[in-house]
């Protein structure tokens, strides 16, 4: 089972819709996908279509005494081999129950080992912001993917991340692979060239050497939740999650090569 984290400190860079992308891209290659919502917001839970109310039971459950099984809270989805575990805006509530309740920043990692041989790829899609749940996501990810908006405010954000997982990585003491996913790109600015440049000049081939385009049809995130058509990608912007989505299992592969 593999767990990539869907992150960056910076919120409005794409993280919910990469999430949705991917998992559904991996999902019609015949993969069992699960997508974790570690957001208070719940976007990606919304995109499902569950309410805020009555809160669902979802990711808060996992920080219980006894915490509950991943496989209890899983939902199925429209898309086959997809399914999800619901956010809840208590999430929000966490970072002051840490506090006095030690080994929280290891609850998502202990629920993933239990978890083991379930679905074969696990997609955390995290908060924008550097507390317990990202933590968490970190602490229990085989690789790290960084949507990155291609502009250039968006580049300080990105070295934030970096250090992050550099930071995490020393202290589990086991690599954490970055992937950088350029998205919001519009080529038609000076300001979105440069900033791609500067990105791949700067983060080398972490960076994807493409970029996901500007599409409004992506402003609607129910068209990643539902049934795949035959080609699964329809727009610019999801037929260029599907050759990120290539680059990503490349670069997986690569890696569990050197680790082996």
């Known amino acids: 089972m593999r767990v990539w984290a869907i992150a960056n400190q910076k919120g409005g860079v794409g993280k919910t819709t990469t999430t949705l992308a991917l998992g559904r891209g991996l999902a019609q290659r015949g993969q069992r996908v699960l997508l974790v919502d570690l957001d208070p917001h719940a976007s990606l839970t919304r995109a499902f279509g569950v309410p805020a109310e009555p809160p669902p039971e979802g990711v808060l459950e996992l920080f219980a005494t006894p915490p509950r099984p991943l496989a209890a809270l899983a939902r199925a989805s429209a898309v086959e081999h997809l399914a999800y575990v619901c956010a809840q805006t208590a999430l929000a509530t966490l970072e002051r129950r840490s506090a006095n309740q030690p080994g929280l920043g290891l609850a998502l990692s202990q629920a993933l080992a239990r978890h083991a041989g379930q679905h074969d790829y696990v997609l955390l899609d995290c908060p924008p912001t550097l507390g317990l749940l990202m933590i968490n996501a970190l602490a229990a990810a085989d690789r790290v993917v960084i949507p990155t908006q291609a502009e250039?405010?968006?580049?300080?954000?990105?070295?934030?991340?970096?250090?992050?997982?550099?930071?995490?990585?020393?202290?589990?003491?086991?690599?954490?692979?970055?992937?950088?996913?350029?998205?919001?790109y519009d080529r038609r600015t000076r300001a979105g060239q440069e900033a791609l440049k500067r990105m791949q000049d700067e983060h080398g081939d972490r960076v994807w050497e493409d970029a996901i385009p500007v599409d409004t049809r992506l402003c609607n995130t129910e068209l990643l939740v539902?049934?795949?058509?035959?080609?699964?990608?329809?727009?610019?912007?999801?037929?260029?999650y599907r050759r990120a989505l290539e680059w990503l299992l490349a670069s997986d592969a690569q890696a569990l090569e050197r680790a082996a």
Request: proline residues 12%; without cysteine; aromatic residues 2%.
């Open 226 to 240: 539902q049934p795949a058509t035959e080609d699964g990608y329809p727009g610019r912007a999801l037929s260029r």
């Open 152 to 184: 250039p405010l968006a580049l300080h954000g990105l070295v934030g991340m970096r250090r992050t997982t550099e930071m995490v990585e020393r202290s589990r003491r086991r690599p954490l692979p970055v992937s950088v996913l350029p998205t919001l």
